[in-house]
């Protein structure tokens, strides 16, 4: 009786607030000779107390409308939190002579990264309290966190603002001592084999890695190696597992350049492998007296060729791993004796390993047909075992070692779900919707049995992306529990844009093909309907950041579909941030999208841009959020999204946005802050979709 009056109250507090009115103030944006006014521009200037206010009045709003949720947030929260274990300890990786590691502890929200010399069994040595690191602040990031060889130091990186600004310092493990050696805005590192000397890239203005220095310890000026001029390419440091050569690389979204350099010369010059050209990517590895050239030339899933070490000119490469037209050739993990092979096709990974002076090779059999696995810190190159990270949509993420000469896994740990889990009471499932041009398109699902009947009674949450060729992967998420033990089926739409399906699956899917990822999803959303895993009132759809673009497309062209959707840090004024340099991301994406300066591609990003198609219809119940920190998508793209649609919608449906006023583009930082931000989004779909 109490509880319902309650409920009441709130909801006729809620009513009693109005949505925020963003002021409307004219600025054109023409481009192509195609004249557009931005009436939501001046929210751009972050330095204006009317923007803050703005923002602070659509946190205020958004508190309001989803106070009578308060009990089931804090509900859903503390399930998801009472299944974590809180105290535990990452496998041990060996590497030099010493057990690496990292520890959680029960209340805090950051790892402590530790290591142990010789046998798990000896004294603990703390290497790096993160939790110390991030007193006093609202968020903390560790950036990178890298041992030099002897093992004697650690260079390491924090963001504290959540914008991806990184600090760069090194600690002397045996004294506690930090040097004095700091560096703003640091970006990948490498050490050289001296110990004393390292690589590192500087980001510039717009966060792109553009120039790689070589430090020496207690020196106070560096020695430019690379400053790369061309603002579509980005730099990337790597070392080869063999620990003879630091690679240098520059690269775009469909080209690249690497350059070598003696990682035992701590004087050595950059020397390039082979000159960047339109369209060719490749990248190298180092095994014995040969260099090998992952590369699409001529093969658009890869191929993998070698040359001679100090002599490789294209004429004089040789075939390793011819091309394939059914697998794209993903990654190769080179070691002494063995190399590890990681492709993907029809929407699932494959992991081959061939014998070096042999040729022979072997397929890695996994527990599961539907699963992900990815690779874990191998370190040691003699190694004859190979650790990978595998999940799946039922599975805990695990850690396993494959014996590679007994062709053994060896399962070393499974995420504990505190309080049991029961695998045997969920199923996954893969379908197939069928796309406008008659593709297909695999959907991933997974639901509780008995929760779940095929007739549209249960509320389904639709998980899309589709963009730069990340494959939409299926995994084990024991926060989704909440959802799956509520009767929630959960769809991962493996669309076009993504390389689920191989490298043309991602070719189809960008560019001037891009409008397919979108229509990809929409032909998802409909083959559940049709197939009766849920009903247009319970389908719920979510995304973030590239994502967000997807669902901004959705909920403009089909809006009638969904009964919810949730939109993340999403990338929404397509024409306006690509057309502006000024903004980090956007040079270097004009390969994924477009450059709206050119004709066709302007009219084409147009027809899709969350932004600029606004209608007057109706729009579902929507949550949005946003990052003030955030460099990959600024805040103001969603915020003026928001205020559009408000302008223009013609339904009564909660439209509500959320910004973070302390983080970036990944939220809130620890692992109880970003349960959190889950339980916010869970309980919105709840609230909107039911339960079953």
Request: glycine share 6%.
């Amino acid at each position: 009786m109490w509880f319902n009056l309650l409920a009441l109250f709130f909801v006729l507090a809620a009513c009693s607030i109005s949505a925020p009115v963003a002021e409307k103030i004219p600025h054109d944006v023409t481009l192509c000779n195609d004249k557009r006014i931005d009436e939501y521009y001046w929210m751009r200037e972050r330095d204006n107390p009317k923007v803050i206010a703005h923002l602070e009045a659509e946190n205020a709003y958004t508190k309001a409308m989803i106070a009578h949720t308060d009990k089931l947030r804090e509900e859903m929260f503390q399930e998801m939190k009472a299944r974590v274990k809180e105290t535990d300890l990452s496998v041990p990786v060996f590497h030099g002579g010493y057990y690496y590691y990292q520890r959680d502890e029960a209340g805090k929200q950051y790892k402590v990264n530790c290591r142990k010399k010789g046998s798990l069994d000896a004294p603990e040595e703390i290497l790096l309290d993160q939790n110390k690191l991030a007193e006093g602040h609202e968020y903390f990031s560790l950036g990178m966190f890298v041992v030099s060889p002897d093992h004697q130091l650690a260079a390491y990186s924090v963001d504290m603002k959540g914008d991806e600004r990184y600090t760069l310092s090194v600690k002397e493990f045996a004294s506690g001592k930090v040097y004095d050696d700091t560096i703003e805005n640091a970006g990948d590192l490498v050490w050289a084999n001296d110990n004393r000397t390292f690589y590192y890239s500087l980001v510039d203005d717009v966060f792109r890695p553009y120039k790689v220095f070589r430090h020496r310890l207690g020196k106070t000026e560096d020695e430019l190696i690379h400053h790369e001029t061309d603002e579509r390419f980005w730099l990337s440091l790597k070392k080869t597992r063999s620990q003879r050569f630091v690679l240098l690389g520059a690269g775009t979204f469909t080209s690249s350049e690497c350059h070598i350099i003696d990682a035992n010369d701590p004087e050595a010059k950059a020397r390039c492998f082979l000159p960047r050209e339109e369209n060719h990517e490749y990248e190298i590895e180092h095994h014995g007296d040969h260099l090998y050239i992952r590369t699409n030339l001529g093969a658009i899933n890869f191929k993998l060729m070698r040359a001679p070490l100090g002599n490789w000119p294209k004429e004089r490469w040789e075939t390793v791993l011819p091309h394939r037209d059914d697998a794209l050739l993903e990654s190769v993990d080179f070691f002494e004796k063995y190399m590890v092979i990681h492709e993907r096709a029809n929407a699932n990974q494959i992991m081959r390993v061939r014998e070096i002076a042999s040729g022979k090779d072997h397929a890695v059999q996994f527990p599961e047909n539907v699963f992900s696995y990815s690779v874990a810190k191998n370190p040691e190159f003699g190694s004859t075992t190979f650790r990978v990270n595998y999940t799946s949509l039922v599975t805990p993420d695990s850690v396993f070692d494959y014996d590679i000469v007994n062709r053994k896994l060896e399962l070393k740990k499974e995420q504990e779900i505190v309080g049991g889990y029961d695998r045997a009471k969920y199923t996954t499932e893969r379908i197939l919707g069928k796309a406008w041009d008659g593709a297909e398109v695999p959907i991933s699902l997974v639901y509780r049995k008995d929760r779940f009947k095929k007739d549209g009674g249960n509320p389904c949450i639709l998980d899309g992306y589709g963009s730069y060729g990340y494959a939409n992967d299926p995994s084990f998420s024991n926060a989704r529990l909440s959802l799956l033990d509520r009767g929630y089926v959960y769809a991962l739409a493996h669309t076009r844009g993504g390389s689920d399906m191989g490298r043309q699956w991602y070719e189809d899917g960008k560019m001037m093909r891009k409008r397919n990822t979108f229509t990809d999803f929409i032909a998802c959303a409909e083959k559940l309907i049709a197939d009766k895993y849920t009903t247009n009132k319970k389908l719920g759809i979510w995304s973030g950041s590239a994502g967000g673009l997807l669902i901004g497309f959705c909920v403009n062209e089909r809006p009638e579909l969904f009964g919810a959707a949730v939109a993340a840090v999403p990338f929404v004024d397509v024409l306006t941030t690509m057309a502006d340099e000024t903004i980090p991301l956007t040079a270097a994406e004009w390969d994924q999208w477009g450059n709206p300066n050119k004709q066709e591609h302007y009219w084409y990003m147009k027809s899709y841009s969350p932004y600029d198609n606004v209608k007057k219809q109706a729009y579902p119940p929507m949550l949005v959020t946003a990052g003030l920190n955030d460099p990959r998508v600024m805040y103001w793209e969603p915020a003026k999204w928001v205020a559009r649609m408000r302008a223009m919608k013609t339904d009564d449906n909660v439209l509500l946005f959320h910004v973070n006023m302390g983080a970036g583009h990944f939220g809130q930082s620890g692992r109880y802050g970003e349960l959190m931000e889950r339980a916010l989004r869970f309980t919105f779909f709840v609230d909107h979709l039911g339960t079953r």
